[in-house]
């Protein structure tokens, strides 16, 4: 999914681009959201080896974040997207999808409640489109939508560490290493970073993050998804009890309820996003956005999200992949041989309701 281009789209460089060693993306590293924020310091791996180690605070300040207050707030999120916002009590952190008619995702936003308001945070590319949407369906709905300037960090690793002075923070809910992100003032964003390395925290590049969100089979909407894709191709997203995910499969209606519902109760996603290893021999790490065929090219059995270079695991991407080519030993991206790592197929639930009941009604 391309990014959208437009003017309202600002610049950013974040000071700590200043820092020794500090690297932007470049090439196929920069078709992630990584614009204005250091790919890495200087030692990409060991950044990504520091966070299972200790602590690493990694700069997403180039993010752009939504405040959301007044009481109409909880029900206004709520009927818009779908996550279930409306009764969340201060410190709730999930995901949240904006969707179409037809169930096609249009905006991925990380969630943090308050005791006052809710902020959401989305790449900047999105944000104009996001907040013109919201703006958009206020009405009489008693809320105050502002674009506070504040900054994302992210902690990954142990979050046993003194406290910090922030706007707000969250534990992330997700199933890589430990994770917390705090939104501070853009302005305090030099010396945030500067405490918590007195406090023994390392600085890592965005490079490391990646790594550790494509373990958690977590996508970034413009590089691992398309115009095409669904919640459920994403299971991470997926709400199940200790997990909120992105959506909420028992609330009420909103924008796009029906295809969730129907996928849910009924069918499978025809693709499915997974982790893929690549082959480390190969001269150039294969774009994102390639195609995924057999050995002899031929028909597109998936497509090609994020690289990156784990420091465990070598070369690895996200991919969304037909699932009936999920058992194949044999795809490829060009000329690069890649296999679905097992550790990252969905787990299936079992009968789905809505199918056992159709069933049923026709005597199986």
């Given at each position: 999914?391309?990014?959208?281009?437009?003017?309202?789209?600002?610049?950013y460089?974040?000071?700590?681009?200043?820092?020794?060693?500090?690297?932007?993306?470049?090439?196929?590293?920069?078709?992630?959201?990584?614009?204005?924020?250091?790919?890495?310091?200087?030692?990409?791996l060991?950044?990504?080896?520091?966070?299972?180690?200790?602590?690493?605070?990694?700069?997403?300040s180039h993010?752009?974040?939504?405040?959301?207050?007044?009481p109409?707030?909880?029900?206004?999120?709520n009927?818009?997207?779908s996550?279930?916002?409306?009764?969340?009590?201060?410190?709730f952190?999930?995901?949240?999808?904006?969707?179409?008619?037809?169930?096609?995702?249009?905006?991925?936003?990380?969630?943090?409640?308050?005791?006052?308001?809710?902020?959401?945070?989305l790449?900047?590319?999105?944000?104009?489109?996001?907040?013109?949407?919201?703006?958009?369906?206020v009405?009489?709905?008693?809320?105050?939508?502002?674009e506070?300037?504040?900054?994302?960090?992210?902690?990954?690793?142990?979050?046993?560490?003194?406290?910090?002075?922030?706007?707000?923070q969250?534990?992330?809910?997700?199933?890589?290493?430990?994770?917390?992100?705090l939104?501070?003032?853009r302005?305090?964003?030099d010396e945030?970073?500067?405490?918590?390395?007195?406090?023994?925290?390392?600085?890592a590049?965005?490079?490391?993050?990646?790594?550790?969100?494509?373990?958690?089979?977590?996508?970034?909407?413009n590089?691992?998804?398309?115009?095409?894709s669904?919640?459920h191709e994403?299971?991470?997203?997926?709400?199940?009890?200790?997990?909120?995910?992105?959506?909420?499969?028992?609330?009420?209606?909103?924008?796009?309820?029906?295809t969730?519902?129907?996928?849910?109760?009924?069918?499978?996603?025809?693709?499915?996003?997974?982790?893929?290893?690549?082959d480390?021999s190969?001269?150039?790490?294969?774009?994102?956005?390639?195609?995924?065929?057999?050995p002899q090219?031929?028909?597109?059995?998936?497509?090609l999200?994020?690289?990156?270079?784990?420091?465990?695991?070598?070369?690895?991407?996200?991919?969304?992949?037909?699932?009936?080519?999920?058992?194949?030993?044999?795809?490829c991206?060009?000329?690069?041989?890649?296999?679905?790592?097992?550790?990252s197929l969905?787990?299936?639930?079992?009968?789905?309701?809505?199918r056992?009941?159709?069933?049923?009604?026709?005597?199986?």
């Amino acid at each position: 999914m391309t990014s959208p281009t437009s003017s309202d789209v600002p610049t950013y460089r974040s000071p700590l681009l200043d820092r020794p060693g500090a690297a932007e993306a470049q090439g196929p590293d920069s078709a992630v959201d990584a614009t204005g924020v250091a790919w890495h310091y200087g030692d990409p791996l060991r950044e990504q080896r520091a966070a299972h180690d200790g602590t690493v605070v990694v700069d997403r300040s180039h993010r752009r974040v939504i405040r959301v207050a007044g009481p109409d707030a909880p029900e206004f999120l709520n009927n818009l997207l779908s996550q279930k916002l409306d009764d969340v009590p201060a410190g709730f952190a999930a995901a949240a999808l904006d969707l179409d008619i037809q169930g096609r995702i249009l905006h991925h936003a990380d969630v943090l409640r308050t005791g006052e308001a809710f902020y959401l945070d989305l790449p900047a590319a999105d944000a104009v489109t996001f907040l013109g949407f919201l703006q958009k369906m206020v009405f009489w709905s008693q809320v105050e939508i502002t674009e506070p300037d504040l900054a994302v960090l992210t902690l990954l690793g142990s979050l046993d560490l003194p406290e910090i002075d922030t706007a707000a923070q969250r534990d992330v809910p997700w199933s890589g290493v430990p994770r917390r992100d705090l939104l501070v003032e853009r302005a305090a964003l030099d010396e945030t970073v500067a405490a918590l390395e007195a406090a023994g925290v390392q600085l890592a590049g965005l490079m490391a993050f990646t790594a550790e969100r494509v373990r958690a089979l977590e996508p970034e909407k413009n590089v691992d998804l398309d115009d095409k894709s669904i919640p459920h191709e994403v299971p991470a997203w997926i709400g199940q009890e200790g997990r909120p995910g992105a959506v909420h499969l028992e609330k009420g209606c909103y924008r796009g309820q029906e295809t969730v519902a129907r996928v849910e109760n009924l069918g499978r996603s025809p693709r499915v996003l997974v982790m893929l290893q690549l082959d480390g021999s190969a001269p150039e790490p294969p774009a994102p956005g390639s195609e995924i065929t057999g050995p002899q090219g031929g028909r597109a059995l998936g497509r090609l999200g994020t690289v990156v270079h784990d420091c465990d695991f070598g070369p690895v991407a996200l991919a969304l992949v037909r699932r009936n080519a999920l058992e194949r030993e044999d795809l490829c991206v060009g000329p690069v041989a890649v296999n679905v790592d097992p550790t990252s197929l969905p787990e299936e639930a079992g009968e789905q309701a809505g199918r056992a009941a159709i069933d049923k009604l026709r005597g199986r």
